[in-house]
């Protein structure tokens, strides 16, 4: 059982899993079903999730070669303890989530996630809703940079939405890289293009994905079972902070509150037990996969107490 990408930092996740044959385990983020296969042969029952129809199309192979232990669900993860619970596959031993988007999707230009192949602007990781072209003609200049501002840490927001809108209608992925360089000032010989963080912000905005990360966070909460394995690769800070900030609070190991900030977490029993310390890829997986390079990987072990309420 192969897939097509090698998914980032997977010896680490499997060790963190410590995955016995028999277990049930959830991959959140089917994408092109690396870590999938990896769980198979290792014995595991897998129940895996992807909001992209193209994935679980594709998906269909790995699912009839795994003599029944693969149930691959099209649905986004924040929904997973109530389409686990509706085939009675909860409580499972393991959730992995793999945030952001694919290599699978990245490296189709017409979805229209990265500007390295001119696309349309689609940017959509379900076949539904709001495209980013629409977004980038339909909103007002303010609502652009604010989303540049706070989903990809733009520091020239302002500069770059205006220019968005200068330069509307916008259809390709091309048009769009080419307004965000102008704008800032860019050199071919720079390291890094600065369209990446508007692609960033653009992407995560139309596909609702940080609050998806915050509701499949308490969703894997739900459905592990006591001594389950949570492990979640990130590959921005903002999905990394969102993270480590839930696993504190769940763990009892926020820093304590004071007279003007109390401590949230004070009257609930830890749902985790305190986290290990983040996982970084080696220099020598980064020069194999490039995509590596800014990924953080955190596992925890989930307690006998109940889970939190939202």
Sequence with gaps: MTAPHIPVLLN???????????????????GAGGYTSSFLERGAEVAAFDRDPSAIESGQTLVAASNG???LIE???????????????????????????????????????SFQGDGPLD????AEGMTAAEFVNEADEAEIADVLFHYGEEPRSRRVAKAIVAARPLSRTGELANVVRKALGYKP??????????????????????????????????????????????????EDRMVKK???ERSGSEPAGSRHRPAASAARAPSFETPAKAVRPSEAEIAANPRARSATLRVARRSAA???AS
């Design 123 to 126: 940017m959509r990781m379900a």
């Design 306 to 308: 109940d889970a939190w």
């Design 246 to 248: 839930f696993l504190r």
């Design 12 to 30: 680490e996740v499997i060790d963190g899993l410590a995955i016995s044959p028999g277990e049930r385990h959830v991959d959140a983020t089917f």
């Design 69 to 71: 232990r693969l149930t």
């Design 75 to 113: 649905a986004p993860f924040s929904a997973m303890d109530s389409e686990l619970e509706s085939r009675g596959l909860a409580p499972v031993d393991g959730v992995t989530m793999d945030i952001g988007v694919s290599s699978m999707q990245l490296d189709q230009a017409e979805r229209g996630f």
């Design 189 to 238: 010989h720079d390291k890094k293009d600065p369209a990446t963080r508007t692609f960033q912000a653009i992407r995560i905005h139309i596909n609702r994905e940080l609050d998806e990360l915050a509701e499949g966070l308490a969703a894997a909460e739900r459905v592990l079972k006591p001594g389950g394995r949570l492990a979640v690769v990130t590959f921005h800070s903002l």
